[in-house]
């Protein structure tokens, strides 16, 4: 075997001279031929490092090692090292071959590259030189040109524009010979078209040419609009219209007059014609508007015909409520409301039976009936407008015309189905300053009602006191009649065009509502030291019965729908937190909730006030009933009968006489809500101060169970099945005073030993015992005294 120290040695160097490049190229063979033989990663780094010499070593040792038997694998390494040398010498030969080659197909393609570009740059300047000597001949050219097309756009716009003043002229020519053969239907066809004319010319700058379009149209436009309207009033007269007595007294209109077949045969015809010139009438009349601060939803015009129908009425209407006439009085809105009504109802058969059908054959979706009110509203509106500003501070005028302004809106709605959505009454009320004076007088009007209904005589007393069917509720005077305002007032604003108008209402209610609150509250704290008396369970009563009825409103529709609206503006203004938004979005709070709390906390401190009153007088009647001689009563036994303790019977009285007393004089929920807290408070007081405060032997303990059982407990059996069920601690000690001596001892040693609360339990259970705590039971078992001598 060689030494480790000659294999790892390099082949000597040539003795003769070598070149730089000759030498690095024998470096990086041997290198290679290293690397075939110990691992290329390891050796090349190792060989920087210039320890080739120890990790050649290393190798042999790892392979060898001093194992004479290792020195078979000898062969097959050099074998493998070897075959490795020659692939790496290949790589190196393939690569070094390769390189040169792509490095001069890259030279030559970029200079071909650079070739073309010199050509193209070169035919780039010959093109621009083109170009530009092209441009500067054809100059002239262009200038020439662009005159010429100049001029014949200019001639093309003088034809378009004789062309339109040709149709124009053409179709006011066809509508003068068809009015000179009287063809009217075709006339108004005309019309129709010339008006399409104009209102496709609306977008041009040609001044005059519309001028002239709309000049002609409004000139047939009127002549044809005089002749139909002359024909229709003439045949409307036949039928004696308008309608001014009720359908019943009619003798003519809808009945059948002689020729009536061609009466309503023209009627038809002539309204047909005035409804072709509905759109040159739209075009050509400025509709009457009333001022912006109304806020009025934005309509068409009334259809032509109707506006014909509605004239002779609107005449009516101006020369009796304008003016200086008798019947024009301002205290009086009633009589033109009243006015307007009654013709909405004498022309609503005329109009669904002989208008509606016409309209129907002609097409558009118009209802004849709502049109003719409509026309019949805005003069209600104009008239409003005029008059509320003369009476806007005088509060009884002023309310007496929201009075009849309301009952109008809601004969106009219910009877005659007029849409809400459409210009009405309301929108006069909402404008700011009339909204806010009618807010005010609503609130006056509201206080003051209040203080009459407080001050009546009456008004602690029920009004269904003798129906016992209907006074579950026992409902004072006071507080119905105060609902029932409330109630009026979400009937007079329920029907305002938007939902911030309706949103301040709700805030007066609310006001109301708490200034109600305040009211019962001073009054009940003057009826303080007589918290049983009449007038301080009617109170307790009114408040129960206010925060009833606003727990069912926070369910009602119209609310519901003022909550999301409210919701929408808290959002806007950042007026709630993030939470209490999120309860009112989810529901899970009402608009009321406010209101609801406050009178709950009254309604609870008020029935404390009274639980308290009565448990004070029973504990002072119990006084004797402590004091009995529990441990000296003769047992059973010893008695014929059993009988209640005499010095029970302040005790029992006072508690039968107080429940009679409210169960007359509160409500239902009231009286079990104050019998429920009262039995709590009863139960835990007989326990703590009766039982735990004596001993008792057989005779003591019967006779407890038999005052409680067979007396207390029954006074509450009227007002519930199981009544010994609220006095769990009084029966449960009952119980174990009561057992036997057996099964006393027997308990008494199960709670002494037992380990864990699991037996004791059980144990406890066993003898009806589910309440008291083992200690407790524990402690009744040691105020029994009838234990034997021999007993623990």
């Not at 060689?2 to 082949?11: D, M, N, S, T, V």
């Not at 047992?635 to 005790?651: D, F, G």
């Amino acid at each position: 075997m060689l030494p480790a120290a000659e294999i790892g040695k390099a082949p000597a160097a040539p003795c003769c001279s070598e070149s730089g490049n000759e030498r690095k190229d024998v470096e990086e063979k041997n290198d290679i031929n290293i690397a075939a033989l110990f691992g290329n990663e390891q050796v090349s780094e190792d060989t920087n490092n210039g320890d080739l010499t120890s990790y050649v070593s290393a190798f042999i040792e790892k392979e060898v090692g001093n194992d004479l038997k290792s020195l078979k694998k000898l062969d097959k390494l050099i074998e493998q090292m070897t075959e490795n040398k020659m692939q790496l010498e290949e790589q190196v030969l393939t690569i070094s071959s390769e390189i040169p080659k792509r490095i001069q197909s890259a030279l030559k393609n970029a200079e071909e590259s650079k070739q073309f570009l010199n050509q193209f740059l070169e035919q780039e300047t010959h093109l621009f030189s083109s170009i530009n000597s092209h441009l500067l001949t054809a100059q002239p050219w262009m200038e020439d040109l662009g005159a010429m097309i100049n001029q014949i756009e200019e001639i093309e716009r003088h034809l378009a524009y004789l062309k339109w003043i040709s149709q124009i002229e053409e179709l006011s020519d066809n509508i003068q010979q068809y009015l000179m053969t009287n063809n009217v239907p075709e006339a108004a066809s005309t019309l129709v078209s010339m008006v399409e004319l104009d209102i496709k010319l609306q977008e041009s700058s040609c001044a005059h040419l519309l001028a002239f379009t709309r000049a002609t149209v409004k000139f047939w436009h009127k002549i044809l609009k005089d002749k139909l309207t002359s024909d229709f009033e003439e045949v409307l007269a036949q039928l004696h219209w308008p309608f001014i007595t009720p359908p019943q007294s009619q003798t003519v209109g809808l009945s059948r007059p002689a020729g009536a077949p061609e009466i309503y045969s023209n009627l038809e015809t002539l309204f047909c014609q005035l409804l072709k010139l509905q759109t040159s009438d739209e075009l050509l009349t400025e509709p009457k508007q009333l001022p912006e601060k109304y806020c009025l939803p934005a309509s068409p015009s009334v259809i032509l015909p109707i506006q014909i129908m509605l004239t002779p009425l609107q005449k009516r209407f101006r020369y009796h409520f304008r003016g200086n006439r008798q019947t024009n009085v301002i205290s009086k809105p009633e009589w033109y409301l009243a006015q307007v009504l009654m013709w909405i109802g004498n022309h609503t058969q005329f109009l669904d039976e002989k208008i509606q059908p016409i309209l129907d054959k002609v097409g558009p979706s118009v209802n004849a009936r709502l049109e003719f009110s409509r026309g019949l509203m805005m003069l209600v509106l104009e008239k409003l407008a005029a008059d509320i500003p003369c009476l806007l501070y005088d509060d009884n005028l002023f309310c007496h015309l929201v009075d009849e302004v309301l009952l109008f809106e809601r004969e106009l709605h219910s009877l005659y189905g007029y849409p809400s959505t459409f210009a009405n009454c309301m929108h006069i009320l909402s404008e700011d300053t009339c909204f806010q004076r009618w807010l005010t007088v609503e609130r006056k009007f509201a206080l003051q009602k209040m203080d009459s209904m407080l001050s009546s005589e009456a008004a602690w007393i029920s009004q269904y006191k003798d129906i016992t069917d209907v006074d579950e509720m026992k409902v004072p005077d006071c507080a119905e009649t105060f609902m029932t305002l409330l109630l009026v007032i979400t009937d007079r604003y329920k029907n305002l065009p938007t939902a911030s108008r309706k949103l301040q209402f709700l805030e007066l209610q609310k006001d109301l509502v708490d200034d109600f609150r305040i009211r019962l509250t001073q009054v009940m704290k003057e009826e303080t030291r007589a918290s049983l008396g009449f007038r301080y369970c009617a109170i307790l009563n009114a408040v129960n019965y206010i925060s009833t009825v606003l727990a069912d409103w926070a369910d009602n529709v119209f609310f519901l729908q003022l909550q999301q609206a409210a919701l929408e503006v808290f959002a806007e203004n950042n007026t709630l937190s993030k939470l209490q938004l999120g309860q009112l979005a989810s529901m899970e709070s009402s608009v009321f909730d406010d209101m609801i709390n406050l009178l709950e906390r009254l309604k609870h401190d008020m029935l404390t006030r009274q639980v308290d009153h009565v448990f004070r007088e029973v504990k002072d009647a119990a006084k004797l009933y402590k004091k009995e001689r529990w441990l000296s009563l003769p047992s059973q036994s010893e008695q014929a009968v059993m009988s209640l303790s005499s010095s029970a019977c302040p005790l029992l009285l006072t508690v039968r006489d107080r429940l009679l007393q409210l169960e007359e004089q509160l409500c239902f929920s009231l009286f079990t809500v104050f019998w429920q807290v009262l039995v709590e408070k009863l139960d835990v007081y007989i326990y703590q101060e009766i039982v735990l405060a004596n001993h008792f032997n057989e005779g003591g303990a019967a006779q407890l169970q038999f005052d409680m059982t067979r007396n207390l407990f029954p006074l509450f059996s009227r007002y519930c099945k199981r009544p010994e069920n609220y006095f769990k601690h009084v029966k449960e000690a009952c119980i174990v005073l009561n057992l036997n001596i057996g099964s006393a001892l027997l308990l008494k040693d199960v709670l002494q030993s037992a380990s864990g609360q699991l037996p004791a339990t059980e144990a406890l259970n066993e003898v009806g015992i589910y309440k008291l705590a083992q200690q407790d039971v524990e402690i009744l078992l040691n105020l029994r005294t009838n234990w034997p001598n021999t007993g623990k």
